[in-house]
T-cell receptor
Framework: KQEVTQIPAALSVPEGENLVLNCSFT??????LQWFRQDPGKGLTSLLL?????REQTSGRLNASLDKSSGRSTLYIAASQPGDSATYLC????????????FGTGTRLTVIP | NAGVTQTPKFQVLKTGQSMTLQCAQD?????MYWYRQDPGMGLRLIYY???????DKGEVPNGYNVSRLNKREFSLRLESAAPSQTSVYFC????????????FGDGTRLSIL
């Protein structure tokens, strides 16, 4: 079964700093990888989806990279803002055919003004 | 622009009680999902419905039942609640069965005493 790990579990940075969040997965035969944001008391919002054929995907200040062979993805956030404070989750699809995502436990980011 | 709506937002039950969590989406999506989120664990799929009239078990279906009432609504029922079912429950949807869950509700926080 696919296992998804995110380290660190929590991260605090001063406003304006660039930062990287890490995601690793055990089975490299993935179709894609998705990054989500979760605000306290809220559901998940999809940020970026990288197909297995892609190496990077960008949206505004966010850049996600994917290295299938090493089983890793990173989410780069440029010029962090207090509004970026949230939990960031990565997820990969179930390759067995079930319409499921395997989620990491997330990194809780706090951007300090 | 509601998206995925879950009711109730909070609920406290006693062991052995039953309850139904409601989920409705207004995006004309075919597929709907129920996940649970527990501290230190990623979201785990309980049940999903690839299309109206079909339901399938996910990773952790024991103790739950589901009903796809129509295209819009997908309910999750706990017949005899147990403390191990204390969790945050998320409903999600996607346009087709071939897609991964994309849109999430804000969750139902359920405590079982």
């Amino acid at each position: 079964k696919q296992e998804v790990t995110q380290i660190p579990a929590a991260l605090s940075v001063p406003e304006g700093e660039n930062l990287v969040l890490n995601c690793s997965f055990t089975d490299s035969a993935i179709y894609n990888l998705q990054w989500f944001r979760q605000d306290p008391g809220k559901g998940l919002t999809s940020l970026l989806l990288i197909q297995s054929s892609q190496r990077e995907q960008t949206s505004g200040r966010l850049n996600a990279s994917l290295d299938k062979s090493s089983g890793r993805s990173t989410l780069y956030i440029a010029a962090s803002q207090p509004g970026d404070s949230a939990t960031y989750l990565c997820a990969v699809p179930d390759q067995t055919g079930a319409n499921n995502l395997f989620f990491g436990t997330g990194t809780r980011l706090t951007v300090i003004p | 622009n509601a998206g995925v709506t879950q009711t109730p937002k909070f609920q406290v039950l006693k062991t052995g009680q039953s309850m139904t969590l409601q989920c409705a989406q207004d995006m004309n999506h075919n597929s709907m999902y129920w996940y649970r989120q527990d501290p230190g664990m990623g979201l785990r799929l309980i049940y999903y419905s690839a299309s109206e009239g079909t339901t399938d078990k996910g990773e952790v279906p024991n103790g739950y039942n589901v009903s796809r009432l129509n295209k819009r609504e997908f309910s999750l029922r706990l017949e005899s609640a147990a403390p191990s079912q204390t969790s945050v429950y998320f409903c999600a949807s996607s346009l087709t069965g071939g897609q991964q869950p994309q849109h999430f509700g804000d969750g139902t926080r359920l405590s079982i005493l």
